[in-house]
């Protein structure tokens, strides 16, 4: 069986571009293919996808608000040239049905490249959504209720516990976007459309893969 080829886009980390291990071993696990992609032209950026089964928008800075014509409430740290990178890949994803599957900030660019806005500083008053990251739990952070239609579904039924890493969510849900799982709380923590998955969470750092293998699978099949 032939490997997909899953892009991923990466981060800047000072003057260093960056990608977190974890997407890569989950990837790679999974049998997949990554090839990483720094921000350039989008032309070349079309020339490098072609071929490419399936792309990956990791977890990362907050979208700067501009993008969505909002001013600037505590969205920090941004990065524009990687705001421009993951918009224009999703453009050239949605334009050639390539299936995308986003992670935490790629949950949150993908609501805003289809017109979505971000609540820009989740107030803590009922789920702390930073809760794992101050207690270094993988697995933990709070309870999600699936919806019954899409994949998520059927991956995980109607509840599962996910980990919980994120200041910033989707507001409001962008066209043609359908919410899939929320907190207690309400937060929207997944989403769908016809070739996209995406999640709050950091699914790479939890001890189970089962999205990984599901979009790995989904993106063989498109090949
Ligand atoms: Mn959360």
Not at 25 to 54: S, T, W, Y
Not at 115 to 136: A, C, E, R, V
Not at 187 to 197: D, R
Request: hydrophobic fraction near 40%.
């Amino acid at each position: 069986m032939s490997k997909p080829i899953i892009a991923v886009t990466m981060r800047i980390h000072g003057k260093q571009y960056v990608v977190n291990q974890d997407y890569i071993d989950a990837f790679q696990e999974a049998g997949a293919i990554c090839l990483l992609l720094v921000p350039q032209g989008k032309k070349e950026l079309e020339i490098l996808l072609d071929g490419v089964d399936g792309i990956c928008i990791p977890g990362g800075m907050d979208v700067d608000p501009s993008r969505y014509n909002q001013s600037n409430r505590q969205s920090d740290p941004i990065e524009s040239e990687i705001d421009q990178l993951d918009l224009d890949v999703l453009d050239i994803a949605k334009e050639r049905e390539i299936p995308v599957f986003g992670i935490c900030r790629g949950l949150q660019i993908i609501n805003v490249a289809w017109g979505g806005t971000l609540i820009q500083d989740l107030p803590k008053d009922l789920i702390d959504h930073t809760f794992s990251s101050k207690n270094n739990q993988r697995d933990k952070g709070h309870p999600i209720q699936i919806e019954t239609v899409g994949t998520l579904f059927l991956l995980f039924g109607h509840e599962t516990e996910v980990n919980t890493y994120h200041h910033q969510g989707i507001d409001r849900l962008g066209e043609g976007l359908k919410v899939v799982a929320r907190a207690p709380d309400g937060m929207i923590e997944a989403i769908e459309a016809p070739n996209v998955i995406a999640v709050q969470w950091h699914p790479e750092r939890m001890a189970e893969h089962r999205l990984f293998e599901y979009f790995v699978n989904m993106c063989r099949k498109n090949g």
